[in-house]
């Protein structure tokens, strides 16, 4: 299950994050590179406020680029996305985010080996810290 009923104060106040033209993006972006079930960060972390992100789908199908706050260890509803782009497309969003943790996470769902499975299920997920 993504989303559970306790979510803070500070996540639902905030800004969604919105997809923004790539020539708008803030030069200490943090830039993801997307590959078939996997995430590449070039920071781990940034500091609280706007933070931009680029992510570049360099897989041969669809992905999508969705921000998961974490809470206690659990996931909470999501506050924004990148919607299911093409291989060889870059995108970039731009979040208003708190300190906290978050994961990032691709919700797709493909038919692989004649079962569906989630790319998320498959390891397209990677950790990310928010500090003060």
Do not use: W
Not at 15 to 38: F, H, M, T
Not at 66 to 82: C, K, M, Y
């Amino acid at each position: 299950m993504l989303a559970s009923a306790c979510f803070s104060a500070d996540a639902r106040s905030s800004p969604k994050p919105q997809e923004i033209d790539l020539g708008e993006v803030a030069s200490n972006a943090v830039l993801v590179q997307a590959r078939d079930y996997r995430y590449s960060l070039s920071s781990g972390s940034a500091r609280a406020g706007t933070v931009d992100f680029v992510v570049a789908n360099d897989a041969s199908q669809e992905h999508e680029f969705v921000v998961v706050p974490i809470h206690s260890g659990r996931f909470e509803l999501p506050l924004g996305e990148l919607e299911p782009f093409e291989g060889g497309m870059t995108k970039a969003l731009r979040a208003q985010l708190q300190p906290g943790q978050y994961k990032f996470v691709c919700l797709i769902v493909s038919t692989i080996d004649g079962e569906p499975r989630a790319h998320m299920a498959r390891g397209m997920s990677v950790d990310f810290e928010v500090t003060p």
